[in-house]
């Protein structure tokens, strides 16, 4: 009798502080302190039972939650900024050089081919000067002086956009611009590993396999059944949390908080437009003049009657809608039945055999040289 005392009182401590870990039903809990309330009878198990019991409660309404909430909290907890591994540190650091590179490379490409050009114009203003006075020009006559004028006017032209480019260039600006790219690169290189990457989610309305598409920026979706929106999210949450990207779901309750406030602040500009304009109409003459509806004809003298219909163009200040536009949202493609997803990945040949994507020609030359 003892042994069954110490056992149940050691249990209820137990089911006290790990519940969440046992997961152990509301009725089940209730059986057990209505036990334990038959070895104790004192006033001191009674508020020990409400706390434990009162506990229970609470756990099992914080368990019960609605479908559309699924992952919800999990979600918000990750992080939304991309943090890179050491693999993908050092190829940030690689495509940074490399596109650093490549943007002074462009740059003096342009200037050399600006160059060429002026080239050529000097060439033909040289040769100009040992022609004729007339010289045709697209069944056009041009005197050598308007043609020459004309030359010495594109290269001069031309003087001005090397010079452009060369007062604009920035090295700051240029490693800043490498650094977007670099940084992007890498994202999608990580984005480009989900491509082989699904899972499936029983929905209340029917199970559903999502995979995403890094091409559309959107969650693919295989189902046989029709599945709202809102369900979608659910999956997508799930889909993002498996596979620890984060950064490809949109948060809708973020963005509707977002909405509201760029709302607000437009109210508040709009307000204050309007105030200014208060004021600057107060500062206009306040004399009132009649409308011509409100003076007899022949006489001038105010008519203080009811004005006819239809002359007065009434109008009336209409309550402003709340609109709220979201400025990102996740996008959902629905592909087909869950028959047409295929889990086993066709094989490129062009990749695997490089012999399959050679052209005829290219054939032909191979045993050329190997003869």
Not at 5 to 27: G, H, K, P, V
Not at 33 to 41: C, G, H, M, Q, V
Not at 235 to 243: L, N, T
Request: with cysteine.
């Amino acid at each position: 009798m003892i042994q069954e005392n110490i056992f149940y009182t050691l249990f209820a401590f137990f089911l006290y502080y790990r519940y969440d870990i046992l997961n152990i039903s509301f009725n089940i809990g209730v059986q057990l302190f209505k036990k334990l309330e038959s070895y104790f009878n004192n006033t001191v198990f009674e508020d020990f039972k409400d706390i434990i019991i009162n506990n229970i409660e609470k756990k099992d309404d914080t368990n019960t939650i609605k479908y559309e909430d699924k992952f919800l909290t999990d979600i918000r907890k990750m992080e939304k900024e991309y943090i890179f591994n050491e693999t993908e540190k050092q190829l940030l650091e690689e495509k940074i050089i490399h596109f650093f590179i490549q943007i002074q490379e462009t740059r003096q490409n342009s200037i050399e081919e600006i160059n060429n050009k002026i080239t050529k114009i000097e060439f033909q203003y040289k040769i100009l000067l040992s022609k004729d006075e007339i010289i045709e020009d697209d069944d056009n006559e041009l005197t050598k002086e308007e043609k020459m004028n004309s030359l010495l006017e594109e290269r001069y032209s031309l003087i001005c956009e090397i010079n452009k480019i060369k007062e604009t260039t920035d090295i700051e600006k240029d490693k800043e611009e490498a650094s977007i790219l670099a940084r992007s690169f890498v994202i999608n290189k990580r984005i480009e590993k989900l491509e082989n990457c699904f899972i499936m989610e029983t929905t209340p309305q029917g199970n559903v396999l999502m995979i995403y598409d890094n091409k559309r920026n959107s969650f693919k979706f295989y189902s046989d059944s029709t599945i709202p929106y809102r369900y979608l999210e659910v999956v997508g949450r799930k889909y993002v949390k498996m596979f620890d990207c984060r950064q490809l779901y949109v948060d809708m309750e973020e963005e509707l908080n977002l909405a509201e406030e760029r709302w607000k602040k437009d109210q508040e500009e709009r307000k204050q437009k309007e105030e200014q304009k208060i004021v600057i109409l107060e500062k206009k003459s306040v004399f009132a003049k009649f409308k011509s509806y409100n003076k007899e004809g022949s006489t001038g003298r105010v008519n203080m009657g009811v004005p006819p219909k239809n002359s007065i163009s009434i109008t009336k200040d209409k309550e402003k809608e709340k609109i709220l536009l979201k400025e990102q949202a996740n996008r959902y493609t629905y592909e087909g039945k869950l028959a047409n997803f295929s889990f086993l990945k066709k094989v490129e040949r062009k990749v695997v055999d490089k012999k399959y994507g050679l052209s005829f020609s290219d054939f032909k030359k191979m045993q050329k040289s190997v003869e």
